[in-house]
């Protein structure tokens, strides 16, 4: 499954209560729409005050030429659809967004552990768009990420889903993939791994801390965004 993860960032002069309006009640029945999304998930941040987003969409597409068609690819922003609801969310964008403040990834799916029997919906997420530590190359990022840290993570105390997604054109990607941790317990997450405002924390619990102290062998710490909220199913046609 491949997906598009925007960050999304209001637009300047519109109050964070005004964003989510538009965003939930104009621009979602018409993004869930868009040719060929068969899912499509929305984030609320957990502290508004203390998160470096808005908020987050990730649109679900079984092809890859299906998700170019209406989002534009990697190196191409400012993307023009043709036709259709794709034309529609791209020109309804510009009325709430700040296009060219919000990052975003393109990246191929892949889940390392779910106990939710595939609704998320009301779950806590962590999402850490990582960036690879100075001097490593793509590739051994990925084989570390994907061989070591991935098991000590996805044991992490109240991780009931754990999902890596990766650039599909790294070479063109912002981040070197996303990793996605889901928790029941908002509390359960921030002692895990910190709250927005916290990201260099300090966790008690032992394989919480074996975690984090991996995470200095292979990413750029300073660098990484990452965002805290409660993700709503929008439409979900894969279950």
Do not use: C
């Not at 975003?104 to 530590?133: Q, W």
């Not at 009931?160 to 054109?169: E, I, N, Q, W």
Request: proline share 5%; charged share 35%.
């Amino acid at each position: 499954m491949y997906k598009h993860v925007a960050l999304l960032v209001r637009k300047a002069g519109m109050s964070h209560g005004a964003f989510v309006d538009h965003w939930q009640e104009t621009h979602t029945p018409i993004a869930r729409e868009i040719e060929g999304v068969v899912k499509y998930t929305t984030m609320l941040p957990v502290e508004p005050e203390d998160s470096e987003f808005d908020g987050v969409a990730e649109l679900y597409f079984e092809e890859l030429g299906a998700l170019h068609d209406a989002l534009g690819s990697e190196g191409s922003r400012d993307y023009d659809p043709e036709q259709g609801k794709a034309k529609e969310a791209r020109e309804d964008v510009d009325n709430f967004l700040a296009i060219s403040e919000r990052p975003r990834f393109i990246g191929e799916e892949v889940v390392e552990k779910d106990e939710t029997d595939g609704d998320t919906t009301g779950l806590y997420k962590h999402s850490a768009f990582l960036i690879r530590k100075g001097g490593m190359s793509h590739d051994d990022f990925l084989d570390h990420w994907t061989t070591e840290h991935v098991p000590i993570a996805s044991e992490i105390p109240g991780v009931v889903r754990y999902a890596r997604v990766t650039p599909t054109d790294p070479a063109n990607s912002e981040f070197d993939g996303v990793a996605e941790l889901y928790f029941e317990d908002v509390d359960a997450l921030r002692a895990a791994l910190g709250s927005e405002e916290s990201r260099d924390y300090d966790p008690d619990d032992p394989q919480s801390k074996a975690a984090r102290e991996d995470v200095d062998n292979f990413l750029a710490i300073s660098e990484r965004p990452r965002f805290v909220g409660r993700e709503t199913v929008q439409k979900d046609e894969t279950r």
